[in-house]
């Protein structure tokens, strides 16, 4: 990861903890999944949690499912009647995120869906208040130009994984650091939108429609 593993758990111990159920999802994942390192985690999912709350989104549309650590946390900071649709290929991982869902007594807030997501989008009609994307990364410009028709007046969406291990700054790479750059490099020359790259965790990408 970027930031120091020691800074970082200084950060969560200086952090609100979430509730304890999480914990157990992050060991369940690091059981069944050689890439537990896909799980946003006790810092990326409180700031997905803050994002949602303070927009006030209540559509939201999330590419990437995994064990649901990302989806939980957003269901848990919208309003009652607020929905999230999750979408996700693997079957497994999203049996996990849909018993925590219901555990965490957000499942009536979470369509969990399983297949393609360019697929699943093509089905989807908007608009959207808030859309995090963390999938393949060789499908983030196509996820992107699929989603950004679909945002509401005010809606965004988050990009995860955009500095990659810091691998963005190198020459070359492997197909997954090759992918997120042309995302990155998509993104910031797109003059339909303004977009803010933070180092949080792996880095993550704020976008919005530009404003007239």
């Not at 994002?51 to 957003?74: D, K, N, Q």
């Not at 208040?129 to 990364?137: E, G, N, P, Q, S």
């Amino acid at each position: 990861m970027i930031v120091n593993e020691d800074v970082e758990r200084y950060a969560e111990e200086h952090s609100t903890p979430d509730p304890d159920f999480f914990r157990r999802l992050e060991e369940e994942t690091r059981a069944i999944s050689d890439w537990p390192q896909m799980m946003v985690g006790p810092l990326e999912g409180p700031y997905l949690g803050w994002l949602v709350r303070l927009s006030g989104a209540r559509r939201i549309l999330e590419i990437g499912t995994f064990t649901g650590y990302s989806s939980i946390s957003m269901a848990l900071n919208m309003a009652p009647e607020g929905r999230i649709v999750s979408l996700d290929v693997n079957e497994e991982t999203t049996a996990v995120a849909r018993r925590y869902a219901e555990e965490a007594g957000v499942a009536d807030r979470i369509d969990y869906r399983v297949g393609p997501a360019i697929e699943e989008l093509s089905r989807l009609d908007g608009p959207f208040d808030l859309v995090f994307i963390d999938a393949d990364k060789e499908s983030y410009v196509d996820y992107f130009e699929n989603v950004l028709p679909k945002l509401s007046e005010q809606g965004f969406i988050v990009a995860d994984n955009t500095l990659w291990s810091g691998r963005v700054v190198e020459d070359d790479g492997d197909g997954s650091t090759q992918a997120i750059k042309r995302f990155n490099d998509h993104v910031a020359a797109d003059e339909r939108v303004e977009c803010l790259m933070l180092t949080v965790r792996d880095g993550m990408t704020l976008i919005r429609r530009r404003r007239a």
